[in-house]
């Protein structure tokens, strides 16, 4: 997936339909295998499949690999799979290769699609969400009440 026939740090820039202008930068675009591989790395404490797998959710990694693949396809790019590389960053800085199912590059897509509507509804109105502009209360977690019971 890193040696042989690539290219690192590949671009791809394309428009969606309602004008908005979208960009991917791949790790790696491997051509060792019939149809293209992107290639992402990523640093975690934990490369542990059962581990890495919430790391994938918290992070959007299947977002972005959904992301990627747009558009990588809308140039024509034929994408076959969509491969983490999660490094641990602590030694050993041992190593899994993960390949991302077809299902979560799918789930990661019907995130996507209501986003970039609202991002051009923002931005045809100049109107952003986002926290409201006046003071709010805010306290505990109900968590921590029950520790403060306890103690």
Do not use: N
């Not at 919430?54 to 034929?78: D, K, N």
């Amino acid at each position: 997936l890193l040696g042989g026939e690539g290219d690192a740090e590949l671009s791809v820039l394309w428009q969606e339909p309602g004008g908005l202008l979208c960009k991917a930068r791949a790790d790696r675009m491997s051509w060792k295998l019939k149809g293209g591989t992107i290639v992402d790395i990523k640093t975690t404490h934990d490369a542990a499949p059962e581990v890495f797998t919430r790391r994938i959710w918290e992070l959007g990694y299947h977002r972005q690999g959904a992301w990627y693949l747009r558009g990588f396809t809308t140039h024509g790019v034929s994408v076959r799979h969509y491969v983490l590389i999660a490094v641990e960053s602590d030694p050993p800085h041992e190593v899994g290769v993960y390949r991302l199912e077809e299902r979560a590059l799918e789930a990661g897509w019907d995130e996507i699609e209501p986003l970039i509507e609202l991002y051009a509804t923002c931005q045809e109105r100049g109107e952003w969400p986002g926290y409201p502009d006046k003071v709010q209360p805010i306290g505990l977690p109900a968590w921590a009440w029950r520790l403060e019971a306890a103690a």
